[in-house]
């Protein structure tokens, strides 16, 4: 089970009021929070088991057909059956935060 897709671990708002001249009251508002969970699948059902959740890997290979190059970096919607797929976010997080402090404790 993954993160909930509105959650959203550091939030941040402020907010005030201030006369002006000629009468005029000004209230900003200031709203700031980390990045959303995320998702990656392909829309897909490449293995065939009804379910159109399909998880893309990373490109090992960038001549292969199929391939989709984004800004974010390049992904293999149809990856061979032992190459690893790209995790969750929340999954990632965990690998994350446990090699930091598997790397600190040395």
């Not at 941040?12 to 700031?32: V, Y």
């Not at 969970?37 to 959740?53: C, H, K, L, Q």
């Amino acid at each position: 089970m993954g993160a909930h897709l509105s959650d959203v671990r550091h939030a941040f708002s402020a907010g005030g009021t201030f006369d002006a001249p000629l009468g005029l009251r000004f209230s900003p508002l200031i709203f700031a929070s980390s990045g959303r969970p995320f998702n990656i699948t392909t829309g897909a059902d490449a293995n065939e088991d009804s379910v159109f959740m399909d998880r893309p890997a990373f490109a090992l290979d960038l001549l292969k057909p199929g391939i989709r190059i984004t800004r974010f970096g390049a992904f293999d919607p149809a990856p061979e059956p032992e190459q690893p797929v790209i995790p969750r976010t929340s999954a990632s997080v965990r690998l994350i935060s446990s090699s930091i402090s598997t790397s600190a404790a040395r």
